[in-house]
């Protein structure tokens, strides 16, 4: 019998597992509770037993070392994985058409930062304008920012730098043009590129998780497109930690749980009234904060 091999999952659909190994895909099924248990996910490392020269079966899976992870649709209070063993992502918003927006970055950063992956921004439509202001913000606070045109080409030498020995994952609202990234990157992928809707906002073209290759030793896990965060599975403290200039400051708080709204000795607070933290940065860190602490009083009371 043929000794299992390792490989990685590209794409989970219709209770297949797509294995990538030594440079070719098997289609597999998994064997035993596997196949029944709908857990393996694009970008899961696996070992398989391959029946054919195309076919074989997953016998395990090996412990994921990250994961990302939103609401479930239709019930939030569930978390649904849509990337395993991801370490990286690349926030990717559009520099215009749509504009993009500071709160709703934030949104994506905070979540990555939270899941535990090295977040890299990366604003696509180069050809279309220069947020220039957004690009400082972001380059202050520490993150890689990149500039970038899937059209033109322009800044893709420094995206797959960015990339090279990483799995990371696209994430973003739709109309950033993800899949026309992807495509630049690796034209044999052939994602499926969505028109802008009414409005500038983008109709959602991705529908199954797929992990793509994107040059030597780099992989992207294309995601299904997300409008709107839910931080329901998020608490208040990963929050906290989620915004690096805010947890650099927070050492110097005179209590170690401040919310940073209204308790004595926020070195926090002190730093944002110097104009040390940025008024929409600190804004969306509130905001944030509070739904954070809504939904988890709404799910355990």
Known sequence: MTEPL??????????????????????????????????????????????SADEGVVEAVE??????????AGDPSRLQVLAANVDQACVIFASASPDPEPQAVDRFLALTEACGLQPVV???????????QLRALYQSVGYPVLWVSARTGEGLDRL??????????????????KSSLLNALNPQARRKVGELGRGGRGRHTTTVAELVPVGEDAFVVDTPGVDVLAFVHLDPDAIRRAFPEIRRLAAACAFPDCAHREEPGCAVREAAARGEVAPSRFRSYLTLLQEAEEAWRARYG
Request: charged content about 25%; overall charge positive; hydrophobic content about 35%.
């Open 6 to 51: 390792p490989g990685v999952v590209t794409k989970a659909v219709g209770g297949f597992f797509f294995v990538h190994h030594a440079g070719r895909t098997y289609r597999c099924v998994g064997r035993g509770r596997l196949r029944r248990s709908g857990r393996i996910v694009a970008g899961d490392r696996v070992w398989f037993r391959p029946l």
């Open 63 to 72: 412990p994921r070392k990250g994961e990302l992870v939103k609401p479930a």
């Open 122 to 132: 990366c604003f696509n439509k180069r050809d279309l304008a220069d947020p220039q």
């Open 160 to 177: 797959r730098e960015a990339l090279r020995g990483h799995v990371s994952v696209f994430v973003g609202p739709s109309g950033a043009g």
